[in-house]
């Protein structure tokens, strides 16, 4: 999947944060010990749309505060680096950069239709956990699915929760279909660019894709590129 460049300084700087975490609780008192909440949660993020591969997921587990995007407003450049062109490490370092933050994970690889992966993290949710996913539909100009700081908080050891994620426009690129603007198998186009040619420049649902099939001539899209909500379904399971 070579048409992604993805980062791997993602994977290094998650392990270099968990270190971190290790080595400030080897100075708590027992005191505060006490109040340690840790928590095993598995997220799984399975992809039911017809032809669009997901980006690798970053997941991220963080207390109030934290939000990967918000609903008409404008878009992180980190955002649109990850809708644009799938690579999830800004996002991931920007999240972790934020005083909310708790840990985060990237995903392996890019989840193809009818398949899911499911990542592992192991927090402390003493001060509260809510959970963001977030991954491009890599067949757009800047589609991605996901979940915003959902509270993970009243969910007990042993129980799963399914969640529907709709499809997201980062609002940071127009929706042109074209040959050359779609970084995934469909195209082999530009990834990341950095000039908003979306005039509106706000995060908001996608309205879909249009492709060649259904008036579009100059799409590089067919019907099959098209999708319905949910695109992803993530169901997180507390394991302890
Ligand atoms: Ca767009
Ligand atoms: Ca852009």
Redesign the pocket.
Known sequence: MSFLKIDLRTAMVTAAIGTSMLLTGCGSSSSHDSTVDMRTYEVSVSNVTPNQPFSPIAVILHTSGYQAWVDGESASTALEVLAEQGDNSDVLSDASDHSAYLTSDSGAGVIAPGTYESVQLEVDAQNGVSLSVISMLVNT???YTGINATSLAALESGESVSYSAPVW???????TEAAGTIPGPADGGEGFNASRS?SSDRVRF?SGIVSSQDGLSSSVLTADHRFDNPAAVITVTRLD
Request: charged share 35%; hydrophobic share 15%; glycine share 8%.
């Open positions: 100009n800047d589609a426009d980062a609002g940071t690129e127009s929706n979306d996608h």
